[in-house]
């Protein structure tokens, strides 16, 4: 990167420590200021940065206030858990840039690092539910219209793909994970696998393996994310515990 001021935008994954790619640690240890929600900041070692923490839902301020400083000299780190191009930081910055109605920001040295997603945490712990082809949705309805996302899991589950559904639910959306659910159940056997990891890497991690009968959306909450299989997902007995796996063929082939 050059020796003037940059933005990288970086993820801390989802939680263990161990998950941080040697990129983004590279990267944390040459920048001057960090950018981001206070919740992730904190996952960072104090080495000096100068630290610029706002509320979660005030992405594309933050991502302006992120160019500012990195325009103006400083090698700017800006914060996501997970990846920081799934439902994250990176979008929010290229959305600021190019609503722009000024050129301040085009000089500007960005780079996005590639870090673990939780679905990719969620999907080890839990065996291999990602096996074969899937989907990944937002359930959140704050940035497109509950419609579109209804229409995504339909034609989804018409298609037989395994599902992970980030942002499942929140103190404001509490019905739309039952909504899911109840489209799903049009299509799949109410044995179908469903898994929630939550916080997963984290001190209060838990792995919940259920089924599409049992499924109840009051198991999940703001830190869980939620696979459900697709019609060859199944679960089997390992080393004294249960385990999900899609298998890579499929049948008739
Ligand atoms: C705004 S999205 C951010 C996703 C993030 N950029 C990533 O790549 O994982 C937040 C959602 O990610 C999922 N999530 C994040 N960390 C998690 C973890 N440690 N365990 C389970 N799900 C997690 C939850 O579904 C949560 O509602």
Same mark, same amino acid.
């Given at each position: 990167?050059?020796?003037?001021?940059?933005?990288?935008?970086?993820?801390?994954?989802?939680?263990?420590?161990?998950?941080?790619?040697?990129?983004?640690?590279?990267?944390?240890?040459?920048?001057?200021?960090?950018?981001?929600?206070?919740?992730?900041?904190?996952?960072?070692?104090?080495?000096?940065?100068?630290?610029?923490?706002?509320?979660?839902?005030?992405?594309?301020?933050?991502?302006?206030?992120?160019?500012?400083?990195?325009?103006?000299?400083?090698?700017?780190?800006?914060?996501?858990?997970?990846?920081?191009?799934?439902? #994250?930081?990176? #979008?929010?910055?290229?959305?600021?840039?190019?609503?722009?109605?000024?050129?301040?920001?085009?000089?500007?040295?960005?780079?996005?690092?590639?870090?673990?997603?939780?679905?990719?945490? =969620?999907? #080890?712990?839990?065996?291999?539910?990602?096996?074969?082809?899937?989907?990944?949705?937002?359930?959140?309805?704050?940035?497109?219209?509950?419609?579109?996302?209804?229409?995504?899991?339909?034609?989804?589950?018409?298609?037989?793909?395994?599902?992970?559904?980030?942002?499942?639910?929140?103190?404001?959306?509490?019905?739309?994970?039952?909504?899911?659910?109840? =489209?799903?159940?049009?299509?799949?056997?109410?044995?179908?696998?469903?898994?929630?990891?939550?916080?997963?890497?984290?001190?209060?991690?838990?792995?919940?393996?259920?089924?599409?009968?049992?499924?109840?959306?009051? #198991?999940?909450?703001?830190?869980?994310? =939620?696979?459900?299989?697709?019609?060859?997902?199944?679960?089997?007995?390992?080393?004294?515990?249960?385990?999900?796996?899609?298998?890579?063929?499929?049948?008739?082939?």
């Amino acid at each position: 990167m050059s020796e003037h001021g940059w933005l990288a935008v970086v993820g801390v994954g989802p939680g263990d420590p161990g998950w941080i790619t040697p990129e983004t640690t590279a990267i944390l240890g040459s920048a001057t200021d960090l950018v981001g929600y206070a919740g992730y900041v904190e996952r960072v070692a104090d080495s000096g940065h100068t630290r610029h923490v706002s509320d979660n839902r005030e992405e594309l301020t933050r991502a302006g206030h992120a160019l500012d400083l990195a325009a103006s000299g400083a090698r700017v780190a800006v914060i996501s858990g997970g990846d920081p191009g799934i439902f #994250a930081m990176a #979008a929010a910055l290229w959305e600021a840039i190019e609503r722009a109605d000024h050129d301040r920001w085009q000089a500007v040295d960005v780079r996005i690092a590639p870090a673990v997603s939780a679905i990719q945490a =969620v999907a #080890a712990r839990a065996g291999a539910p990602l096996g074969n082809d899937f989907c990944v949705i937002s359930l959140s309805d704050n940035l497109k219209p509950w419609a579109q996302i209804e229409k995504r899991i339909d034609r989804a589950a018409d298609a037989d793909f395994a599902m992970a559904f980030y942002n499942p639910i929140s103190r404001a959306r509490r019905w739309q994970l039952g909504a899911a659910m109840a =489209v799903i159940r049009g299509y799949r056997d109410p044995a179908t696998p469903v898994v929630l990891g939550r916080a997963v890497g984290r001190a209060d991690e838990a792995l919940q393996i259920t089924d599409l009968a049992r499924f109840s959306p009051g #198991a999940a909450d703001m830190s869980t994310l =939620v696979v459900v299989g697709a019609s060859t997902t199944r679960v089997i007995e390992q080393g004294g515990g249960r385990r999900v796996y899609t298998p890579r063929y499929y049948p008739d082939t």
